[in-house]
C-alpha cells in the first residue's frame, strides 16, 4: 500500500554533502516502491521543486555563520507544513531543531523515526572545553530524543554506540551502503599505488574542522 512519506533535514548543502546524497537515495528508493515522498529541508527563501523521487520543499531558514548550512528555527512553519501534508510517517535527520517532530507525530499516531549520523558527545567535545560534563549532556540530550520518537536509526556502528550505553530499546542499525557502480575495487590502479602487501589509505574530504582530515593524514 502507497504511504506519504516525509523527510526532514538540517544542515543539508545545496550543491554537497553526504546527508543531501543519502536522502535522496532513501527519497528514491521509497518512490520505486511506489510511495509519496516529499522533503523538506531549510533553504534562502520558500520554493516547491519536483524531481525524480517526489516533491522537495524548502523553508526558509538563517544560515549559520561560516558553515554554509542553515538551520530550520521557524518551528511554528515546520509544524503547519506537516498539517498541510498530512504524511503517513515521518523520517527526520536532525537532532537540534527538528526534534519537536517526533512530539508532533506522537500526537497525531504517524510513525516517526529519527537517523543519527553522528555522535553528539563527540561533537561537543570538538566545541566545548573538556572540563565540562559533556558525556551526560549528550547522554540526557539523547534519551530525550529516543523518548520522542518510535525509533533511532544510526547508520554505523559508531553513532549506535552512545545510544546503546544509555539502553534505548528503539535503536536499528541501517548501513547506508557504497554505490559500487561508481565505487569498487580495482586491483590494476591499487598497483600503481603501492607494493603488494602494503595498505593503502585513501580519504577524500573537505577541509572542515568536524571531519578532522588530519587524522587520516597522522595515520598514515
Excluded at 572545553?129 to 520518537?149: I, M, T
Excluded at 552512545?162 to 548501513?175: N, S
Amino acid at each position: 500500500m502507497s504511504s506519504r512519506i516525509v523527510q526532514l533535514a538540517n544542515f543539508v548543502h545545496p550543491s554537497s554533502g553526504g546527508l543531501r546524497t543519502a536522502l535522496s537515495h532513501l527519497a528514491g528508493g521509497y518512490a520505486r516502491a511506489g510511495h509519496d515522498v516529499v522533503q523538506i529541508i531549510p533553504g534562502p527563501r520558500a520554493g516547491r521543486e519536483r524531481t525524480p523521487w517526489g516533491c522537495r520543499i524548502t523553508v526558509p531558514a538563517p544560515e549559520m555563520p561560516g558553515t554554509g548550512y542553515r538551520l530550520l528555527v521557524d518551528r511554528a512553519a515546520v509544524l503547519r507544513l506537516l498539517d498541510e501534508l498530512g504524511p503517513d510517517r515521518v523520517e527526520v535527520h536532525d537532532r537540534t531543531t527538528l526534534r519537536c517532530v517526533g512530539r508532533w507525530a506522537s500526537s497525531r499516531g504517524v510513525p516517526s523515526l529519527v537517523v543519527s549520523h553522528e555522535r553528539l558527545d563527540k561533537l561537543l567535545r570538538q566545541w566545548l572545553p573538556a572540563r565540562l560534563p559533556l558525556d551526560a549532556w549528550a547522554d540526557r540530550s539523547n534519551l530525550a530524543l529516543a523518548a520522542s520518537f518510535d525509533s533511532v536509526v544510526c547508520t554505523t556502528a559508531w553513532a549506535e554506540r552512545e545510544f546503546a550505553r544509555i539502553g534505548v530499546g528503539r535503536l536499528r542499525r541501517v548501513a547506508l551502503g557504497v554505490d559500487l557502480d561508481r565505487f569498487r575495487p580495482d586491483v590494476s590502479l591499487r598497483g600503481q599505488m603501492c607494493a603488494e602487501g602494503e595498505v593503502l589509505l585513501v580519504m577524500a574530504s573537505r577541509l572542515s574542522k568536524e571531519k578532522r582530515p588530519d587524522l587520516a593524514v597522522g595515520g598514515a
